[in-house]
């Protein structure tokens, strides 16, 4: 293969070299300094590369709304998991590589060359040979990692070889150094091929035991008003299960639509995996300043939901003003009219719960009834209201008491002795409020006394349940909150259900919905405790001071299982399903709304959202500027730190007009951040191009051995930190098989697509004669007006038919490895060591062969290029064999 000319005398590439004059430097000078600019571009790549992932994580985050056919709502992620991972994150990890093939054939006038397809099959096989090697040995001891997605898997698996196997068809065995525009449209459509077949299998087209995930996003903007019983929420759709809609009025945002699905109840929650992206970004914190910039908002587009008859059965405590008569606001109650207990335990705490001044105190006093079912023959029954259902109960108590909330008690725990049947048995029970009295003043020895008021909750009726842990859920799955100009607390009740036995916790967090973190709630995460017996918990929220001109906002609270309590289960009936617990909390606007045109530009763009990004962005700058993030992380930084930070800081100051992540839910990051790997990756190419040049290297070996590795770098480190820090391989490997994929697909089918669509238009040329006079003469003569799109693939196709044979070497070791070990990372010593060795020869054996073509050019025969293959294959068995026979 030839050497390119660019280092030349009267030659340019795309951008360099600036000056004329670099063409009369020794090339010795040229070659390192070209060398060490190409490596300051990999560093460049790698930290706008940062602020990429943050644009796609955001993106992938948001969240809507899903109306099931049952008339259930529930909170799903606008982008399935698996099609954000095989086109958005893949897009992320080989956006270098995809604009290099692009940059290049728009820089060589639309004929190709070597730089752009050899950098995209060498970064594959440094992912799949390099990175799997070093994923499976860096799991400690004898641990392992399995994929738990394996139908996914197999899919991405499957179209990686396809991929690389249509490559030998297209390049070596069809039509020979040429593409044409079926060719190119096929490559280009096996992307959403790969897409769609690997929903499908994820959604259990292939595997029943797994049901849908998230439907694809929407534009469409609707919101949905309901109306429901008063026993009942899941009356809230009309009768055939049609919810009426309505357009949105300028009182709520909306962004994304309600639909129509019918999910399984041990499918309506998605699960999130890891991927590989959250580790690059976690890795890269350090090094670009990254981690001091505010956390992902998550979530910032949905819809809020109005159940207008539905009362929450949840507790909102208000900051009371300093003037106000707090005793005229005082009120206690329950936090659910419905719990219960375990059918082994003798006692059941019930608590208790006020609002007003804590500084007052209040005795209150209950009675203990039989619910009515259980009242003689002929007996009275007596009924309370609890605001959403009515409990009917034996009006003769069966135990009347009180207790007293002294100085700063907010809520007390009563236990109450469950009742017994004659022969023993536990029976139901209710629990009733009947009054509180409140002692407003002292005076001397006797004090002003005045009743207080009981909530919507007076009563809450106690059920026997089987013994075991339970399951945890919300008692609403709406909650309503009244903007204020004043910030307020809101308490959220989580109930525990079908057992009470054992001590189980889960861990909550919130997250963004419309409303922005900061500045409509404040962001809180923590972890919730059950102790046994105990069926209620609250978890104390926050919410900002609601401005006028705002409309509607909602945020999210969600419940998921701790670490190392993975048993812990969630009411599959409700809005999370089996895997976790949500609560809508919905922020209702003032009273006075403020202006019409304000409203409408909050409804529109979310003037709060709009706030956090200007003041992320004002706070990029001092971030990238000191080391370490900050002033204060600044004084504790190492020497490797201010290293590392000087060396970055000419890319971070660049960076530091990337928009932050708020604007738009990420798009505008998102975009901004491909402009800038387009303008360093175009750099890129005519440094590698310049060094190829003046070291005498073809541009095929500068870009499988150097220009495939820069750019591969960050998804090693990241793989690695994946491989160790989940609990399953998925992360690791199926990010691997999916990238090479996507590489092929969308990084040559494009460039091929519009190289073989131009050249059909625009015809032959003088110059295209010239280069392709063999082509010319196979395509109609040289009076032909015929033109085709050109690849020599001397070198890619041969580079291609080994990758594609050390790959299935490759696949088919990890199935044994899945069969053997049961995992693919990981395991015994032997075994481990063994398979990081073939993988780490395959790449050695491919870079070896590959090369080697490249540089003896047409003087090698298919008898050495056989005899070549061969010794190499047998180099990496005999490797293999001699780890097994050193590590047995």
């Known amino acids: 293969m030839k050497v390119s000319e660019i280092c030349r005398h009267g030659n340019v590439g795309f951008i360099l070299p600036f000056t004329d004059a670099e063409q009369t430097w020794p090339d010795e000078v040229r070659g390192v300094i070209y060398g060490g600019a190409m490596v300051y571009c ?8 940062d602020s990429f992932m943050e644009a796609i994580g955001a993106i992938t985050s948001r969240r809507r709304k899903v109306t099931l056919k049952s008339g259930e709502v529930r909170t799903v992620h606008v982008w399935n998991e698996v099609v954000s991972n095989l086109s958005l994150m893949a897009l992320g990890s080989s956006a270098p590589e995809i604009f290099l093939s692009v940059i290049e054939l728009l820089r060589n006038r639309m004929y190709s060359g070597d730089l752009g397809g050899a950098t995209i099959v060498g970064s594959a096989a440094f992912n799949l040979f390099v990175i799997v090697a070093v994923c499976i040995g860096c799991i400690p001891g004898d641990e392992v990692r399995t994929i738990e997605g394996v139908q996914v898997y197999y899919v991405t698996a499957a179209f990686s070889l396809v991929a690389y196997l249509w490559l030998v068809v297209v390049l070596v065995l069809v039509t020979p150094d040429v593409i044409d525009i079926p060719e190119a449209l096929i490559t280009l459509l096996l992307l959403p091929i790969l897409i ?115 009362r929450s059965s949840l507790l909102t405590r208000l900051e009371e003003d300093e003037n106000a008569d707090a005793a005229e606001k005082a009120y206690v109650q329950l936090l659910a009219d419905h719990q219960s207990m375990s059918v082994s335990l003798e006692k059941k705490p019930i608590t208790v719960v006020r609002s007003g001044d804590p500084c007052l105190a209040m005795d209150v006093q209950y009675s203990v009834h039989l619910c009515d079912s259980l009242s003689p023959p002929g007996g009275v029954a007596a009924e309370v209201s609890t605001g959403k259902t009515e409990l009917c109960f034996n009006p003769s108590p ?49 004090s002003k006394v005045k009743l207080a008021a009981v909530g919507d909750i007076p009563a809450a009726k106690v059920s026997v349940e089987p013994d075991g842990p339970g399951y945890l859920g919300f008692a609403a799955e709406c909650l309503e909150v009244e903007g204020k100009p004043t910030a307020q607390i809101v308490t959220a009740t989580v109930l525990r259900r079908g057992g009470c036995l054992d001590e189980i916790e889960c861990e909550y967090r919130t997250e963004a919905f419309t409303a922005v973190p900061g500045y409509d709630f404040v962001a809180q995460n923590g972890t919730l405790c059950f102790p046994e017996g105990v069926t209620e918990q609250t978890v104390t929220l926050t919410v900002c001071e609601k401005r006028r001109g705002r409309v509607a906002d909602s945020f999210l609270l969600i419940l998921e299982p701790s670490m190392g309590c993975e048993e812990v289960a969630f009411d599959a009936g409700k809005d999370g399903g089996v895997d976790s617990a949500i609560l809508t909390i919905n922020i209702n606007p003032l009273p006075d ?202 070198g890619l196709g041969f580079g291609v038919m080994i990758f594609s044979v050390l790959c299935c070497i490759c696949l088919m070791l990890l199935f044994v490895r899945r069969k053997w070990l049961g995992a693919e990372l990981g395991g015994p010593l032997a075994p481990k060591v063994a398979t990081v060795i073939v993988f780490f020869s395959c790449w050695v054996a491919y870079i070896f062969l590959a090369s080697w073509n490249a540089l003896r050019g047409e003087r090698v025969s298919a008898a050495d290029r056989a005899l070549a293959t061969s010794a190499a294959l047998g180099a990496v068995a005999f490797c293999s064999l001699a780890a097994l026979v050193v590590f047995a």
């Open 42 to 49: 990999f560093l460049g790549v790698s930290i706008v590369a």
């Open 593 to 794: 709304k403020g202006p019409c045109w304000m409203r409408c530009v909050d409804a529109i763009g979310n003037i709060e959202e709009m706030r956090k990004g200007r003041e992320d962005w004002v706070a990029q700058f001092p971030a990238a500027w000191f080391c370490l993030g900050s002033r204060e992380e600044q004084r504790s930084a190492t020497t490797l730190d201010w290293l590392l930070h000087l060396t970055a800081l000419p890319w971070k100051l660049l960076y530091t007009l990337v928009p932050p992540t708020a604007f738009c839910g990420g798009w505008v990051c998102f975009y901004a951040c491909l402009l800038h790997i387009a303008i360093v990756t175009a750099i890129l190419a005519d440094l590698a191009e310049l060094f190829g040049c003046v070291v005498g290297m073809p541009d095929f070996v500068t870009a499988i051995a150097i220009v495939a590795l820069g750019t591969s770098m960050p998804d090693l480190f990241a793989s690695k930190s994946a491989a160790i820090g989940d609990p399953a391989a998925d992360a690791s490997i199926v990010n691997v098989t999916g990238s090479n994929s996507v590489n092929v697909f969308l990084g040559l089918g494009l460039p091929w697509t519009a190289g073989s669509v131009y050249w059909l238009i625009k015809g032959r040329t003088p110059e295209w004669e010239q280069r392709y006079g063999d082509i010319a003469e196979r395509y109609g003569g040289l009076g032909s007006v015929r033109a085709v799109f050109v690849l020599r693939s001397d």
């Open 196 to 310: 769609w077949a690997s929903y499908k299998v994820d959604a259990g087209c292939l595997d029943v035991s797994r049901g849908p995930l998230s439907a694809l996003p929407g534009r469409i903007s609707f919101t949905l008003r309901v109306s429901t019983t008063a026993d009942d929420p899941s009356s809230a759709i009309s009768p055939g299960g049609q919810a009426a809609v309505r357009r949105t009025s300028m009182n709520s945002r909306s962004s994304t639509f309600t639909t129509k699905s019918s999910l399984p109840p041990e499918c309506r929650n998605i699960s999130r995996r890891p991927t590989v992206a959250a580790h690059k970004m976690h890795l890269m914190g350090k090094f670009t300043g990254a981690a001091s910039r505010r956390s992902l908002t998550q979530g910032l587009s949905g819809r809020t939901m109005s159940m207008s008859a539905v």
């Open 398 to 446: 069966l135990l009347r008491g009180s207790f007293l909330m002294g100085i700063g008690d907010v809520q007390k725990d009563v236990e109450i002795t469950r009742p017994l049947t004659a022969n023993g048995a536990p029976q139901e029970f209710i629990f009733f409020l009947r009054r509180a009295l409140l002692t407003t003043s002292s005076m001397g020895n006797e």
